[in-house]
């Protein structure tokens, strides 16, 4: 009795194993997969021009003090570079410090300048990335895919799969 039970036991676990194979067989072929190259879309997007134009013209002023800035500390660098031999002793102490002094601010200034524009720009690509990830699950809500990769993160995908003409009609349309 306890070996044709084992027997039946054995038989229902084949079918049961079976038949979760054919479900998950039916589910991958009616699953859609499609892929999207994000850097195509972005490098070929006016939107993202006008943001990056945007940033220039705003922080283009700042920049361009910061360059007349280095190039003065420079200036001050060459001439007592030049000079220093034939100064007093007190004279080159005062000089040291000057340029040490303008050499700080100048550090300090660049180093917030370029800390903002790093948060103006992280700012406005997450602005962005937020428009594109919208498109792209509509779409794919839209057109029943199940998994939208980046096609830069897939080893291969046929051609069939790929949405980045319609991601980037769409994103450039808003």
């Keep these: 009795m306890k070996k044709v039970l084992g027997f039946f036991s ?12 054919a479900d998950a067989a039916d589910v991958g072929a009616q699953s859609k997969v499609a892929v999207v190259n994000i850097q195509q879309v972005l490098l070929k997007s006016s939107k993202v021009a006008q943001v990056n134009t945007k940033l220039q013209d705003q922080f ?6 910061l360059a007349a800035q280095q190039k003065s500390l420079q200036e001050e660098l060459d001439k007592f570079s030049k000079e220093s031999t034939t100064m007093s002793k007190k004279d080159r102490d005062a000089m040291e410090k000057k340029i ?4 700080a601010s100048f550090l300090k200034d660049a180093t917030a300048f370029q800390k903002e524009v790093s948060q103006e720009q992280n700012k406005a690509m997450q602005t962005i990335l937020g428009k594109l990830n919208s498109i792209i699950s509509d779409m794919a809500k839209k057109n029943g895919y199940s998994l939208v990769l980046d096609s830069q993160a897939v ?5 069939a799969t790929d949405v980045t003409v319609q991601v980037a009609k769409e994103f450039n349309k808003e």
């Design 10 to 21: 054995c038989i229902l676990l084949m079918v049961g194993a079976q038949a979760y194979a």
């Design 60 to 65: 283009k002023p700042r920049q361009e003090k």
């Design 100 to 103: 040490g002094d303008e050499k």
């Design 155 to 159: 080893v291969y995908a046929s051609d």
